[in-house]
């Protein structure tokens, strides 16, 4: 069974800084896998945008609105967890953030991630404050 666990969720205030953590148990973002791991979040009243995803081969994606400050990584030595670290936070970029993983497509042999992913977590709240 699949399970993933957002944490390092809080409040911050404009300009600092948070690392959010995806655990995964079950499913690993290896060669095996072919995984995409991705964050989203959603802001009341607004729609569910992808933040940033990582490819099971390493390549990355950052929406224009994080690009430069965020990061994803994977956990150091391990295929089981995924960060997402964010600097110079807005009070824009107060949401919930969800993780999501799923097997890549592949056509004419370009890999994508998936439009539809399996496997959430449950979300953790990140706060910022001007």
């Known amino acids: 069974q699949v399970q993933l666990v957002e944490s390092g969720g809080g409040s911050e205030e404009s300009g600092g800084s948070l690392r959010l953590s995806c655990s995964m148990t079950?499913?690993?973002?290896?060669?095996?896998?072919?995984?995409?791991v991705a964050w989203f979040r959603q802001a009341p009243g607004k729609e569910r945008e992808k933040v940033a995803d990582?490819?099971?081969?390493?390549?990355?994606?950052y929406a224009d609105v994080v690009k430069g400050r965020f990061t994803i990584s994977r956990g150091d030595n391990t295929e089981n967890t995924v960060h997402l670290q964010m600097n110079s936070l807005k009070p824009e970029d107060t949401a919930m953030y969800y993780c999501a993983a799923g097997r890549m497509e592949t056509s004419t042999g370009m890999w994508r991630c998936p439009n539809e992913f399996p496997y959430w977590g449950q979300g953790t709240q990140v706060t910022v404050s001007s």
């Open positions: 079950g499913y690993t973002l290896s060669r095996i896998t072919k995984a995409c």
């Open positions: 990582i490819a099971w081969y390493g390549e990355k994606f």
